[in-house]
């Protein structure tokens, strides 16, 4: 199995001129995990901005909202 990963790591490496490394396996997977991570952090806030915008339209505004402050 170290083996398999090893190997891998090495063909997926990414080379300029020099011959340094500039992308690994490691960095494309870590990538990657990034950008589904944020991808789901923004459906969720657009999923929840929806949703509010239309409570809004359906249910209206209350008058007679509090926040907290109690004449």
Known sequence: MGTIIRELAETTQVRDRQGQVITTFK?????????????????????????LIYNLMANGLDNDVAFGIYN
Do not use: A, E, K, N
């Not at 990034?34 to 789901?40: A, D, I, N, S």
């Open 27 to 51: 960095g494309t997977l870590f990538t990657l995990i990034l950008r589904v991570f944020l991808m789901g952090l923004s459906l969720l806030f657009v999923v929840g901005f929806v949703t």
